[in-house]
């Protein structure tokens, strides 16, 4: 069993202004968003800045370092498809799966995730070439994304990420940050499919409930990780406000060593929350709300709230070797 501390959701980040092919559109309230997050994380740079690539990756890299973890899984995010294989002109950042190696290659305190919509006309070339190169993990944002995982067609794609033993961290639950192209691909349900061909998944955030009007879908994903061995959960972004509520039923689950630690940086952690819900005390608040580096005040607070040391290294376990 490795003993190596991960932060399994992490996102890379560009406008491409430099020519690595990220791009980032964002309007309304996703701008705002952004704007906020960038200055949240420390940004001395906004996002349309021509070295905010450059900037990004230097700060992040030096957090993760500075942290408690020893590697964060990065993740690469694919632009969105039709199920027939033609791109759509939809979403708010892209990153190429070239640009994620490139930067983890650089810097090997970052595991690469890339990112593959199984209905591009090349996905399975993508993914042979991703294997090749070292990819531990796939990144998919279904509901964000436009795929519906239970669709034969992809089986396929499914079958060589089994054989590869390449787990897929996916996103549940609502979405706030980026825009949704379909929001019933946000329940695990749809993960029946690809977790009966074998493909290991990781379900982020728990599939809590992002908003108010949100499905909470964390009870659906505790039978069905009851039903595959091969299902697991990541708490990233459970220090937000609503998100927060799953944290007392991640611990009080039977299933709590199929979790794994993970932040959803750059997304802001908050330290209110979890204590407005008699998770940690004040002294933990008032020490968390000190620490800038917000990696490592994720990492603290899940400590403070009783999250054990297998909880920061079960990604080991799951990664493709």
Known sequence: ?????YDCHVHLVGNGNSGNGCWIRMSGWHRMMGGLMSKMIGMPVSFTHDDFDEIYVKHLS???RESSVDHALLLAQDQVYHKDGSRRDFGSFHVPNDYLFSVCEAHPEFVPAISIHPARHDALDELEICLARGARALKLLPNCHNVNCSLPQYDAFWEKMAAAELPMLAHTGGEMTVPVANK?????????????????IIAAHAASSSHLLDPDYFDLLVEMMKEFPNLYGDTSALN??????????VLDSDLLD???HGSDFPVPIGTWYVRLRGLIDGEDRATAAKITNLIERDYFLKRAMGFDEGHFTKLGEVLRK
């Open 258 to 260: 199929r979790f794994i």
């Open 62 to 64: 030096r957090w993760v």
């Open 184 to 200: 019933l691909y946000e329940s695990p349900a749809y993960f029946r499919r690809p977790l009966e061909i074998g493909v290991k």
């Open 1 to 5: 069993m490795s003993s190596l501390k």
């Open 240 to 249: 937000t406000p609503f998100r927060s509520a799953a944290v007392r039923k």
